[in-house]
């Protein structure tokens, strides 16, 4: 059985890691244990490190080839394979089956997968689980997110009264992210002692108060209610639509570069874009192919025209349009 993130904890405490270790579900979650693990694998003396980006080409051969290959730098090596939507398909399944079979000495096997239910559960994954150590991290649940941020405060040397705990998970309405990126702040500028909810409303800057970064990010996840509702807070709040138009444009072409990319993994890398974002794109590109995103940039050069009063129409509702194409291209309909 899958191990809890509780046990997880003590599990990597070990003075020893498995030959396979697989960590999948809530990306942040996911991201901090990997984190984690690298650590405590360099701490073991794991000297080498290789990573592979499975893509829609993924030559699965590579991974028995590196299990195979001897290392002249390192005693312990580990294997970093990321496998963004949590389906490696026949032939990932029977690659990763093998090396559990028959796992190489001194070399660890790290599987991460930003998305898991029971429906990627399969033969493959058995095997692993038996064979190694699988967690599968879940977002809190409505009534386990004051356990959760209580938890997060603790490990970050804090405490705060039931008030101010309810009062940050209102702010942070459900984004784990956002949750965790407000409890680092606190620790920085709190210091040492409990937290009651009238210095948790001056400390915590209010999350129900969108920045265009947010809403681009609501966009390219594929989460349009949360994107449609920053965008009303945009505007609600005087904010320019020629302004957010820059960035969210920025973005788009980001996206089309990506999609016009060869090899995906390279291109992020020359993008300088750090491993949460290079999921962040993956999984809008999942959803749409390339000749939707230059639609979107289309739009959006019309929504520029529409503010400058160059062609008529309402700008904000076509916005709205544009990112609900952005999140959901089901829906890319609307920019007809």
């Known amino acids: 059985m899958p191990l809890s993130p509780g046990q997880w904890q003590k599990a990597l405490a070990a003075d020893r890691l498995d030959a396979v270790y697989m960590l999948a579900g809530e990306q942040l979650l996911v991201l901090e244990a990997a984190d984690a693990l690298r650590a405590r694998a360099r701490e073991l003396g794991y000297g080498e490190r290789e990573v592979f980006d499975v893509g829609q080409h ?14 002249l730098f390192a005693s312990r090596r ?28 001194d070399v660890t096997l790290l599987v991460t997968a930003m998305e898991w239910s029971s429906k990627h559960d399969g033969a493959w994954s058995r095997k692993l689980d038996t064979s190694g150590t699988m967690v599968v991290f879940n977002a809190p649940r409505p009534g386990e997110w004051s356990s959760w941020i209580g938890a997060r405060l603790a490990s970050r040397g804090l405490s705060a009264t039931p008030d101010a705990i309810a009062l940050l998970a209102e702010r942070v309405e459900g984004n784990l992210l956002a949750a965790a990126q407000e409890i680092d702040k606190l620790a920085v500028l709190h210091g040492e002692g409990r937290i009651d909810a009238a210095e948790m409303e001056t400390l915590v800057a209010d999350s129900a108060r969108y920045d265009v970064f947010k809403l681009t990010d609501a966009a390219f996840l594929g989460d349009g209610a949360r994107a449609l509702r920053i965008l009303a807070g945009l505007r609600s709040e005087g904010d320019e639509l020629l302004a957010l138009m820059g960035w969210l444009v920025n973005q788009l072409q980001l996206a089309l570069r990506l999609a016009n990319a060869q090899n995906f993994a390279a291109q992020a890398k020359a993008e300088r874009l750090w491993q949460a974002r290079e999921q962040l794109f993956r999984q809008a590109l999942r959803r749409a192919p390339r000749d939707h995103w230059l639609q979107c940039l289309a739009r959006a050069s019309r929504i520029d025209r529409m503010v400058k009063g160059r062609e008529a129409g309402n700008p904000w509702q076509e916005a709205e349009r544009l990112i609900a194409a952005i999140a959901e291209p089901h829906a890319a309909r609307a920019l007809a």
């Open 78 to 105: 580990l294997i970093d394979l990321r496998l963004p939507t949590g389906r490696p398909g026949v032939e990932g399944a029977k690659a990763i089956t093998a090396f559990c079979a028959d796992p190489p000495p």
């Open 58 to 71: 993924f030559d699965w051969n590579d991974l028995a080839r590196a299990g195979a290959s001897m290392s």
